[in-house]
């Protein structure tokens, strides 16, 4: 990390703490509020100061380096993660009882499993985005879908009541 000459040693400290510990504790082990040291990440200038904008551009420094550090350790387990996934599930299809716990668990492991794996859906079908839609289909879809969420937001309320008229629901008989 670059030294810009506005941050101070102990902005460079939490830096530092910050690469392997929370928010909360690194603000704690320095001396400052939580509070604060949000400012200072979030770059708000208005409450913490003209330093903020630097400690804000060297904070995502460390958070890029995580995110990548994280996808490298992803990649490099995989495999592991679902042979052992694997064990799990067939100790739990082997008992003659599934317990509360093993419903638990397999329905995390299930969830973690359902977003590792994108998929998108067209007309009742699943497809995985990385097998059976090419990319113009996946163009059409995004777009089908940004129309909807669009159109969600455009919508009428009931109309006023004309002045000496209660606003109530007339019912009909049929």
Known sequence: MSMPTKLSEKHWQVLKMLEDMTRADAADAIGWTKNHLDHLC??????????????KKEYLKIQAKQSEETKQLVAQN???AQRLIARVF????????????????LSMYTNALSK?????????????????????????????????????FDRGG??????????????FDE
């Open 42 to 55: 979030t770059g708000s200038v208005e409450k913490a100061g003209g330093v903020a904008t630097l400690f």
């Open 90 to 105: 067939n100790d739990i299809e082997s008992k003659k009882k599934v317990t509360p716990e093993d419903k638990k668990i």
């Open 78 to 80: 995989t495999k592991t």
């Open 116 to 152: 590792f794996t994108p998929t998108v859906n067209v007309k009742n079908l699943s497809y995985s985005y990385t097998k059976g839609l090419t990319a113009e289909e996946l163009v059409h879809e995004f777009k089908r879908l940004k129309t909807i969420a669009e159109s969600s």
């Open 158 to 171: 009931l109309p006023e009541a004309p002045e000496g008229r209660t606003g109530d629901i007339s019912s």
